[in-house]
């Protein structure tokens, strides 16, 4: 690490013991629908009437609805008829995911950059994270979604700490800040988020391959989805050696197999990214 490098790290670090670090906020839009959600009082009529503000949500959670990964054996039509196949939980959940885009945009170029680059890789292994959860747990779909969506969260302040305080620095340097900082960052934002235990340990633990745990969880579920989607590709770790990560055995997966081979898996990735992306 460059002097420059553990200069800005430890300015990051004073700013969060300070409580001056600007962190992310989520839009209006989901912290309204996850609280409704979160009312053991609130109905249907509830969460429609509040995702019912937002036209563009709206639209995205019928085309859900509809897709070939939803699909049931009629059409959707309005907000109503979504909520009520999907449930309160996983409809929240759903806009949770579909509004957090609008979070990684920023002003310089560089910043915007990366923030979309993030955004792309999110949802790219949110997508795997779903179809993984559907086929190999009994955990949520939707929330494994959301688990591969705010994986590296912890890299927003980051890059919105640089862009504020124009400190010029060059790719690599920003990385290695990224990849130092976002997972106690990441953490951190999702207890203000007040999201719940098994997701706020995601950015901590999903890069802790001989991490130890009775079940497969959600942080197994965006380790998998990392390690896939670099498969074969020139960001895949060769140094890893995948036999010994040990989510692929909670999950009843062979470490050596390549799930984008599957025409089926692959299909329904594509479907569940697609989902996420405007």
């Known amino acids: ?45 509830h969460l429609v009437a509040v995702l019912g503000n937002d036209a563009a949500i709206t639209a995205r959670i019928i085309k859900v609805c509809n897709s070939p990964l939803l699909r049931g054996s009629r059409e959707i039509s309005n907000l109503n008829m979504a909520v009520s196949r999907l449930g309160m939980q996983y409809t929240a959940n759903l806009a949770t995911a579909l509004a957090m885009e609008q979070m990684f945009q920023a002003t310089t170029e560089m910043i915007d950059v990366r923030m979309r ?17 559907s086929h ?16 590296k969260i912890g890299a927003l302040p980051i890059l919105t700490f640089i862009e504020e305080h124009e400190i010029r620095i060059n790719a690599v340097q920003l990385d290695n800040l990224i990849d130092t900082l976002h997972s106690p960052i990441g953490s951190y934002i999702l207890r203000k988020w007040d999201f719940a235990p098994e ?27 990392k390690l896939q989607s670099t498969m074969g590709t020139d960001q895949m770790d060769t140094s890893l050696d995948w036999t010994t990560v040990t989510a692929f055995e909670r999950l009843g997966l062979d470490p050596q197999v390549d799930m984008g081979e599957s025409e089926d898996l692959t299909a329904e990735m594509a479907a569940a990214m697609a989902l996420l992306n405007s």
């Not at 680059?117 to 959860?133: F, K, N, Q």
């Not at 190999?136 to 994986?151: E, M, N, R, S, V």
Request: charged residues 25%; glycine residues 2%; contains cysteine.
């Open 1 to 45: 690490m460059s002097d420059l490098e553990r200069q800005i790290k430890q300015q990051i670090i004073t700013a969060i013991d300070q409580d001056k670090l600007v962190l992310p906020t989520l839009p209006e839009v989901a912290l309204k629908v996850r609280s409704v959600a979160e009312d053991p009082d609130s109905t249907i009529a």
């Open 117 to 133: 680059e993030i955004w792309r890789t999110s949802t790219e292994i949110a997508g795997i994270c779903h179809v993984l959860a």
């Open 136 to 151: 190999f747990t009994k955990l949520k779909p939707d929330q494994a979604t959301l688990a591969g969506l705010i994986h």
């Open 199 to 225: 997701l706020r340990m995601v950015p901590k633990e999903h890069s802790n391959y001989t991490r130890q745990v009775p079940t497969a969880d959600y942080a197994d579920l965006v380790m998998v989805a």
